[in-house]
């Protein structure tokens, strides 16, 4: 059964399969690991951009290890899930610390790296060295549930024992790299979450779900649950040169690392927070349209504040600092803020 899946894959895969990535060519060890690491929650089309200036700027191990968490978070911005680049920088420094300069090519060495796991080191070690391993990412997850009509939601811990199980009998012995691109390939073009293409499916004949009609309940949703809301008052702050006031966020939570505009939660303390904590005093504040951003567990109601001509005794704190418009690109800043600051840059 396996042997006829995987060959039924790989024959598709020399047809119809994504054979022009730009982590494929090369693909060595760190340009896969960026990739997978990109791709995690993100759609290949917007992570090509992404990856290609990212490599373009720090082209191999060493180079991430050694810059910046500036330099990593501003190529990083606008990708979102911010950990995820503070984890790869902070697995660059562990493999340069401990691993001789490269990634492990052991799998559970790999894995217990910051943000790889059991999958994505399997991906990397398949895709970069075509080592024999199984991968189980959402795209696998979704292709083996409805294969072999798993119920159950693919994130709890039974489901995953068996489709793990699933995922290492069908995983050849040879052509491991072709194999571990194509099914992820089936998942992302054909064997998709909504309206699945099993007209061009490779191994449609033998799928439960197409079989039973169970396309549209397979894999089964994560159990809902309520997304709260919480709102914030961002504060754009001004002095007269129209440079804008900043702050390191804190090194755990949202936005962990990154330059933001002060928050506050009520707009009346604004000008009495900003005078206590960075001497900075305006004379006069507006308010900004209002706007919505959603996290994966909840949602952010923002309203901006702009105070124009601030004046500051001091701006003493470490990790708050003037910047510039020129100064944006080199700053890891959060999306909705980083397009905010842009608006009112092309207003002015």
């Not at 330099?71 to 911010?82: K, N, T």
């Not at 990397?124 to 409805?146: P, W």
């Not at 194999?179 to 293409?197: E, K």
């Not at 396309?215 to 809301?229: E, G, H, N, S, Y």
Request: charged share 25%; glycine share 6%.
């Amino acid at each position: 059964m396996s042997d006829t899946f995987a060959d039924a894959l790989l024959a598709w895969y020399d047809r119809h399969g994504r054979r022009d990535l730009p982590w494929q060519h090369p693909r060595t060890p760190y340009r896969v690991w960026l990739s997978e690491i990109m791709l995690q929650q993100t759609q290949v089309r917007t992570v090509i951009p992404y990856f290609e200036r990212f490599v373009a700027a720090l082209p191999d191990l060493a180079a991430l290890a050694a810059a910046g968490e500036d330099r990593v978070l501003a190529l990083w911005s606008g990708l979102g899930y911010y950990s995820r680049a503070r984890n790869l920088h902070r697995t660059a420094q562990l493999c340069i610390e401990h691993h001789g300069g490269e990634l492990p090519r052991d799998v559970d060495a790999l894995a217990a790296l910051p943000g790889i796991g059991r999958s994505t080191a399997a991906a990397i070690l398949a895709q970069a060295l075509g080592a024999r391993h199984a991968i189980l990412d959402g795209n696998v997850k979704r292709v083996l549930a409805r294969w072999h009509g798993v119920s159950g939601w693919p994130g709890s811990t039974a489901t995953q024992r068996i489709l793990w199980t699933h995922a290492d009998e069908h995983t050849p012995a040879t052509r491991v790299a072709d194999y571990t691109q194509a099914i992820m390939d089936l998942g992302a073009t054909v064997c998709t979450r909504s309206r699945p293409r099993c007209a061009d499916c490779p191994v449609a004949d033998g799928c439960v779900a197409r079989r039973d009609h169970l396309t549209a309940v397979l894999p089964q949703p994560k159990p809902p649950r309520d997304v709260p809301t919480r709102r914030t008052t961002m504060l754009v702050v001004r002095d007269a040169d129209g440079r804008v006031l900043l702050e390191r966020r804190p090194p755990t939570g949202v936005w962990a690392r990154l330059w933001s505009l002060p928050e506050v939660d009520d707009a009346g303390d604004a000008a009495a927070r900003l005078l206590e904590r960075h001497g900075v005093s305006a004379p006069t504040s507006r308010a900004l349209a209002p706007f919505v951003h959603t996290f994966s567990h909840y949602r952010l109601d923002v309203t901006p504040l702009l105070f124009d001509d601030a004046r500051a005794t001091r701006v003493a704190d470490a990790d708050a600092r003037w910047h510039a418009a020129s100064d944006y690109d080199a700053l890891g800043l959060p999306a909705p803020v980083r397009k905010l600051l842009m608006q009112l840059e092309e207003s002015r």
